[in-house]
């Protein structure tokens, strides 16, 4: 990719100067996009950072770096919430998703356009991950459901599903927490056209999923299955809440070979990105409502 595609304006940066949160959108292939100025100079140092390793590392030890990163940047419930459905970019604020989502962006958009790398090209890459068919169209045209990120992920070669593999176990439950717990969500509450809109697109999307098969490694499982989960992976822990897929998402790391998986996460407890302190397995056996965990591996 060459600079000029790749390479930020100085009206973009002149506009971010002045605006605490700006929507921009830099030509006709650039999606919209609301962020801050220091999400933009973190990422934009990040991409910097993994650039100059690329070459070098595989996407496991990139997507490490990419998440070491982001420790100590704040926990925020619904970062993407709020208002008009829009492409919205933060790195100093996360939930624990939008912290796997963003390392895997950041990951991907340096491989595709290396040290020319800049904001732009990294909302090209999180509208194509985060809505359904790259297009975003509203509340309901973002991938909610994990499972769906997931399915839409492996279909585009951005990672793939090795739970199986590892002796994951089917998860036959249907997905309907959204739709029964509508008053959960803004969007979904209310007796709105909006609201109603919504709610039978969510339900569609739910009723799609039922067609699909998702795995998880219980966690008693999870000793002999540890030693084929790599640093790096990303792991979706699937709780014991009916009709929802998964409450948490994490980055798998070991600091060296041979020790025990732990993980990297946007953590609500601590209240900030940490690695942490626990094993991985010490971790889901101190909570019952989690059942196992869904691997994912780079390419």
């Given at each position: 990719?060459s ?7 100085l ?6 100067a ?7 959108a ?5 999606p919209?996009?609301?962020s801050?100025?220091e999400?933009?100079?973190l ?7 993994l ?7 595989p ?11 982001l ?6 419930a ?8 829009r492409l ?19 990951v991907?958009?340096?491989?595709r ?7 732009d ?7 194509r ?7 975003a ?13 997931i ?7 951005l ?12 998860d036959?439950r249907?997905?309907?927490?959204m ?10 509450k ?5 609201a109603k809109e ?10 799609r999923l ?13 000793a ?5 989960i790599r640093?790096?992976d990303?792991l979706?822990f ?18 060296k070979?041979g020790d025990r ?13 940490i ?9 889901l056996?101190?909570?019952r409502r ?10």
């Amino acid at each position: 990719m060459s600079a000029a595609s790749c390479a930020s304006s100085l009206a973009l940066w002149l506009c971010l100067a002045v605006c605490p949160a700006c929507i921009r959108a830099r030509g006709t292939d650039v999606p919209r996009y609301e962020s801050a100025p220091e999400d933009i100079a973190l990422a934009e140092r990040l991409m910097d950072g993994l650039a100059a390793r690329a070459d070098a590392e595989p996407s496991a030890e990139l997507m490490v770096r990419a998440a070491m990163g982001l420790l100590g940047q704040p926990y925020v419930a619904g970062t993407l919430e709020g208002g008009e459905e829009r492409l919205r970019i933060y790195l100093t604020k996360t939930d624990c998703i939008l912290f796997a989502e963003t390392c895997l962006g950041l990951v991907q958009t340096v491989q595709r356009c290396g040290a020319d790398a800049r904001m732009d090209d990294l909302a090209r890459t999180l509208l194509r991950s985060r809505y359904r068919d790259g297009v975003a169209d509203g509340y309901a045209s973002r991938l909610h459901y994990t499972s769906e990120w997931i399915l839409q992920g492996v279909e585009n070669g951005l990672f793939q599903d090795v739970t199986e593999k590892l002796g994951g176990v089917r998860d036959p439950r249907p997905l309907r927490f959204m739709s029964t717990h509508p008053d959960s969500y803004d969007a979904l509450k209310g007796e709105s056209a909006a609201a109603k809109e919504n709610l039978a697109r969510i339900r569609s999307v739910e009723r799609r999923l039922d067609d699909y098969a998702r795995y998880y490694i219980p966690k008693e499982k999870l000793a002999a299955a540890e030693s084929g989960i790599r640093s790096g992976d990303i792991l979706c822990f699937a709780p014991s809440i009916e009709g929802l897929d998964y409450s948490h998402v994490v980055i798998a790391y070991r600091e060296k070979p041979g020790d025990r998986l732990g993980f990297i996460h946007a953590s609500s407890s601590a209240g900030k990105v940490i690695v942490e302190p626990r094993t991985l397995e010490a971790y889901l056996k101190a909570n019952r409502r989690i059942l196992g965990v869904t691997v994912l591996r780079l390419p």
